[in-house]
């Protein structure tokens, strides 16, 4: 059965958004956005402008009774948890704020044999030079566009600095509506208080989607994350008897990254060694600014933080076991998982020149593929990486 370890008790958090909140209408500036999908459960949770009492939320299976739930919270910040729900199920939603009413969301609960979720993660503006309109707001419709999202993870700094969380809601809207947020926690990001604050989660825990066991973990500093503890938990956690294994992380164990060379190596003597050890298929990560891949011991290391943010140059070395890199490309990746198998792809959304320059790429455009089987043995899609002339021939 789904679940997530170390979550709920984080729901009365919410309210402590409420502090930061200016005086305006009842209007909803941040969602709905779905978190804590199970089997049977979800929460949504929205933000009003201005603190607001009458609100609540109108579910039903496709075809099925509509239940109305109001919101408890008397804040601006509103989440409510659905619960009795039916597994591998797609339920329609709208939420109300005062005059207001969001219509036409939906997610899916967690059961399926087979599904496809997204990876993602960097998605801060750099003000004055381009806003996360200019650059997330393209990789986030993509994404929106994709069939049947089970859910979406973003590996972290999901903003520049707080200010910055209204507009990341505002062009991450559409594509939040109709799946479900596995967030991951970014040095960008604030307090962890903050995060669960937001989100309705610790920054670590995990949870099981079908054949796919996934596990979440908050890998800022020391003064900031518990990593003794963590790594105990990590331990226990990844016992999981699933066939597939995914963990996601903000800062990459292995990087050509010019600023942080081959890496962040504490990370990667903490956890690398349990991680291959227990058998993950893949682990995700942003912070360094491009899409890089590497094959370590039998799991693949991905970078995927080229969701907007300012790209950052790698180096011409790279760390051993280094399969696949591309710069100055926004992109995500769309994993592929059913019981035998799970196919990744890197499908790029945009190639960006140095000076500012964006020509969008044809939609569904992979440029690096890898298929993770049950069974240990793990290659390449032949041909996968595609080459500049070929990229630069997809942009015309």
Same mark, same amino acid.
């Given at each position: 059965?789904?679940?997530?370890?170390?979550a709920?008790?984080? !729901?009365?958090?919410?309210?402590?958004?409420?502090?930061?909140?200016? *005086?305006?209408?009842?209007?909803?500036v941040?969602?709905?956005?779905?978190?804590?999908?199970?089997?049977?459960?979800?929460?949504?949770?929205?933000?009003?402008?201005?603190?607001?009492?009458?609100?609540?939320?109108e579910?039903?299976?496709?075809?099925?009774?509509?239940?109305?739930?109001p919101?408890?919270?008397?804040?601006?910040v509103?989440? !409510?948890?659905?619960?009795?729900?039916?597994?591998?199920?797609?339920?329609?939603?709208r939420?109300?704020?005062?005059?207001?009413?969001?219509e036409?969301?939906?997610?899916?609960?967690?059961?399926?044999? *087979?599904f496809?979720?997204?990876?993602?993660?960097?998605?801060r503006?750099?003000?004055?030079f381009?806003?996360?309109?200019?650059?997330?707001?393209?990789?986030?419709e993509?994404?929106?566009?994709?069939?049947?999202?089970?859910?979406?993870?973003?590996?972290?700094?999901? !903003?520049?600095?707080?200010e910055?969380?209204?507009e990341?809601f505002?062009?991450?809207?559409?594509?939040?509506?109709?799946?479900?947020?596995?967030?991951v926690?970014?040095n960008?990001?604030?307090?962890?208080?903050?995060?669960?604050?937001?989100?309705?989660?610790?920054?670590?825990?995990?949870?099981?989607?079908?054949?796919?066991?996934?596990t979440?973990?908050?890998s800022n500093?020391?003064?900031?994350?518990?990593?003794d503890s963590?790594? *105990?938990?990590?331990?226990?956690?990844l016992?999981?008897?699933?066939?597939?294994?995914?963990v996601?992380?903000?800062?990459?164990?292995?990087?050509a990254?010019?600023?942080?060379?081959?890496?962040?190596?504490?990370?990667?003597?903490?956890?690398c060694g349990?991680?291959?050890g227990?058998?993950v298929?893949?682990?995700f990560?942003?912070?360094?600014?491009?899409?890089?891949?590497?094959?370590?011991?039998?799991?693949?290391?991905?970078?995927?933080?080229?969701?907007?943010?300012?790209?950052?140059?790698?180096?011409e070395?790279k760390?051993?076991?280094?399969r696949?890199?591309?710069?100055q490309?926004?992109?995500?990746?769309?994993?592929t998982?059913?019981?035998? !198998?799970?196919?990744?792809?890197m499908? *790029?959304?945009?190639?960006v020149?140095?000076?500012?320059?964006?020509?969008?790429y044809?939609?569904?455009?992979?440029?690096d593929?890898?298929r993770?089987h049950?069974?240990?043995?793990?290659?390449?899609?032949?041909?996968?990486?595609?080459?500049?002339?070929?990229?630069?021939?997809?942009?015309?």
């Open positions: 059965m789904s679940r997530y370890r170390n709920r008790r984080i !729901v009365a958090a919410a309210a402590l958004l409420a502090l930061l909140l200016p *005086a305006a209408m009842a209007a909803v941040w969602g709905p956005y779905v978190t804590t999908t199970t089997e049977n459960s979800a929460a949504i949770t929205w933000k009003t402008a201005s603190p607001a009492e009458e609100c609540w939320v579910y039903a299976p496709e075809g099925g009774e509509v239940y109305h739930i919101s408890s919270g008397e804040g601006a509103h989440q !409510v948890l659905l619960t009795g729900l039916a597994p591998a199920t797609t339920y329609r939603y939420i109300g704020a005062g005059n207001e009413a969001i036409g969301c939906r997610f899916r609960t967690f059961g399926d044999e *087979a496809t979720c997204i990876v993602y993660g960097d998605t503006a750099q003000k004055p381009f806003t996360q309109a200019d650059r997330h707001g393209l990789v986030a993509r994404i929106a566009a994709e069939e049947n999202i089970l859910f979406v993870i973003h590996t972290g700094d999901f !903003v520049c600095e707080e910055e969380w209204d990341f505002a062009v991450a809207g559409s594509m939040l509506r109709n799946t479900t947020l596995v967030p926690a970014g960008h990001d604030g307090s962890a208080e903050a995060f669960a604050a937001t989100f309705g989660l610790p920054a670590n825990y995990s949870f099981d989607a079908g054949s796919l066991h996934v979440v973990l908050d500093d020391r003064a900031w994350a518990d990593m963590q790594t *105990a938990w990590l331990k226990e956690d016992l999981s008897p699933l066939p597939h294994k995914l996601a992380f903000h800062h990459p164990p292995f990087s990254d010019r600023q942080h060379p081959g890496g962040d190596l504490a990370l990667r003597a903490e956890w349990i991680l291959s227990s058998g298929d893949a682990v990560s942003a912070h360094t600014h491009a899409y890089e891949r590497y094959r370590i011991n039998g799991t693949e290391y991905i970078v995927v933080g080229c969701g907007g943010a300012p790209f950052y140059a790698l180096s070395e760390p051993t076991g280094y696949a890199g591309l710069e490309t926004l992109g995500y990746v769309r994993a998982v059913s019981p035998d !198998v799970v196919t990744l792809e499908v *790029a959304v945009a190639g020149t140095e000076d500012g320059e964006v020509t969008p044809p939609p569904g455009t992979v440029i593929a890898v993770l049950a069974a240990p043995a793990w290659w390449d899609v032949p041909g996968s990486l595609l080459d500049s002339s070929e990229l630069h021939r997809l942009r015309r």
